[in-house]
């Protein structure tokens, strides 16, 4: 079974933290996908990666940046979380030559910043 | 730039066919794929159309019509497991793989 691994369900920080979250998958798929979901707005991509190393921005990369210094593993990094982040951030993979744009998603990290 | 339309609630009764439609703008797609996710859950993959028409897979089939930048998800024999989010994506041409995601259809499924 495909697997991709949310490190945090559930995270509650304050505002000015720096919050890591990680995200690793099984399956030795190229990209990967950090999206954050919130209530009417869908998902809105935040940063993609497709190789070690290699990372483009999203529609929403303000105030975040992505780390990808091995295959299996995206983290998403938050410099100075503000309460604006408070969000549900999801993780997602697929392989580089997946034609029918399928991405598999981790179980989500809500992050409420106070 | 690209915007898809979906209807942000559908409801219907257990048995009923439901359809809910996805309408879009954007300037080239490989195609047009739906994903399910019940509260609290990941997405989860339902359908790819590539080429306009019907794909049919068990209880759901999902349409695409690229002449009229429309697509639609068509659940039959409705459960009250179906109730959950779903969202339409498509995947922008030019050599990206990166699906880009309407904002959801809630669907509830009473008794």
């Known amino acids: 079974d495909v697997k991709v691994t949310q490190s945090s369900r559930y995270l509650v920080k304050r505002t000015g933290e720096k919050v890591f979250l990680e995200c690793v998958q099984d399956?030795?798929?190229?990209?990967m996908f950090w999206y954050r979901q919130d209530p009417g707005l869908g998902l809105r991509l935040i940063y993609f990666?497709?190789?070690?190393?290699?990372?483009e921005k999203g529609d929403i990369p303000e105030g975040y940046s992505v780390s990808r210094e091995k295959k299996e593993r995206f983290s998403l990094i938050l410099e100075s979380a503000s309460t604006n982040q408070t969000s549900m951030y999801l993780c997602?993979?697929?392989?580089?030559?997946?034609?029918?744009?399928?991405?598999?998603f981790g179980e989500g990290s809500r992050l409420t910043v106070l | 730039g690209q915007s898809l339309e979906q209807p942000s609630e559908v409801t219907a009764v257990e048995g009923a066919i439901v359809q809910i439609n996805c309408t879009y703008q954007?300037?080239?797609?490989?195609?047009l794929s739906w994903y399910q996710q019940h509260d609290g859950g990941a997405p989860t993959f339902l359908s790819y159309?590539?080429?306009?028409g019907l794909e049919e897979t068990g209880r759901f089939s999902s349409f695409l019509s690229r002449s009229d930048s429309y697509g639609y998800l068509l659940l039959q024999e409705l459960q009250m497991k179906d109730s959950a989010s779903y969202f339409c994506?498509?995947?922008?041409?030019?050599?990206?793989?990166?699906?880009?995601f309407g904002r959801g259809t809630s669907l509830i499924v009473h008794p």
């Open positions: 159309n590539a080429l306009d």
């Open positions: 997602a993979s697929s392989p580089l030559d997946q034609n029918t744009g399928e991405l598999f």
């Open positions: 954007t300037s080239g797609f490989y195609g």
């Open positions: 994506a498509v995947r922008l041409s030019g050599g990206s793989y990166i699906p880009t």
């Open positions: 399956m030795d798929h190229e990209n």
């Open positions: 990666s497709y190789d070690v190393k290699m990372k």
